[in-house]
């Protein structure tokens, strides 16, 4: 069974960078079929895409976050990591890491890490 | 950006009874439409993709109907562990985007 966890602070001060890692655990990042990705929820709200990167390094960002967002992949900690820049307040939220829906046969899952809080403090 | 749209954002129903949610994209998304239960402090769980089809091990009283625009999730017979907030999915275009979800709630 797939399983991903995300690590990083908890607490990172405005105009900062977020840095946020996904380990994947129960299978390999290493697959030229799956993507994987990031999503947000701030205290209280509904789910935003960050954006996803593919085992080849292409990336997808969701261009409201205006560029500030970086999606990385480490291949050989089984890892994926999320970067984003000067943040405010309104980036407080909980982060998921994310293998996005796929579907192979007619069958489609996807997997969601525990999500962890991340304050941007003043 | 596709908007997602929910209704009601909360909906108010008796454990047993019928609850119906539903959802409208800003311009075609074909079937590419997928449903998601939020419990407090936990993720969203996928109930539901292509806009019909139930994913592994979600129960049959979990119905998804719809297409190209407007779409549909029933619960048949709600429990007690049914009542969470319900986000709709697209994911026909990038940026995949959610709406903002509906709270189903205990009458």
């Known amino acids: 069974q797939l399983q991903l966890q995300e690590s990083g602070p908890g607490l990172v001060k405005s105009s900062e960078t977020l840095s946020l890692t996904c380990t994947v655990s129960?299978?390999?990042?290493?697959?030229?079929?799956?993507?994987w990705g990031w999503v947000r929820q701030p205290p209280g709200k509904g789910l935003q895409w960050l954006g996803s990167?593919?085992?080849?390094?292409?990336?997808y960002y969701n261009p409201s976050l205006n560029s500030r967002v970086t999606i990385s992949v480490d291949k050989s900690k089984n890892q994926f990591s999320l970067g984003l820049n000067s943040v405010t307040a309104a980036d407080t939220a909980v982060y998921y890491c994310?293998?996005?829906?796929?579907?192979?046969?007619?069958?489609?899952?996807?997997?969601w890490g525990q999500g962890t809080l991340v304050t941007v403090s003043s | 950006e596709i908007v997602m749209t929910q209704s009601p954002a909360t909906l108010s129903v008796s454990p047993g009874e019928r609850a119906t949610l539903s959802c409208r994209a800003s311009?075609?998304?074909?079937?590419?439409l997928a449903w998601y239960q939020q419990k407090p402090g936990q993720g969203p769980r996928l109930l539901v993709y292509?806009?019909?089809t139930r994913a592994t091990g979600i129960p049959a009283r979990f119905s998804g109907s719809g297409s190209v625009t407007d779409f549909t999730l029933t619960i048949s017979s709600l429990q007690s562990e049914d009542f969470a907030v319900y986000y709709c999915?697209?994911?026909?275009?990038?940026?995949?985007?959610f709406g903002q979800g509906t709270r189903v709630e205990i009458k």
């Open positions: 292509g806009a019909s």
């Open positions: 994310v293998r996005p829906l796929y579907c192979s046969g007619g069958t489609c899952i996807d997997y």
């Open positions: 129960g299978g390999s990042i290493n697959s030229r079929i799956y993507y």
């Open positions: 311009q075609s998304i074909s079937s590419n």
């Open positions: 999915q697209q994911y026909n275009n990038w940026p995949w985007t």
């Open positions: 990167i593919s085992y080849s390094g292409t990336t």
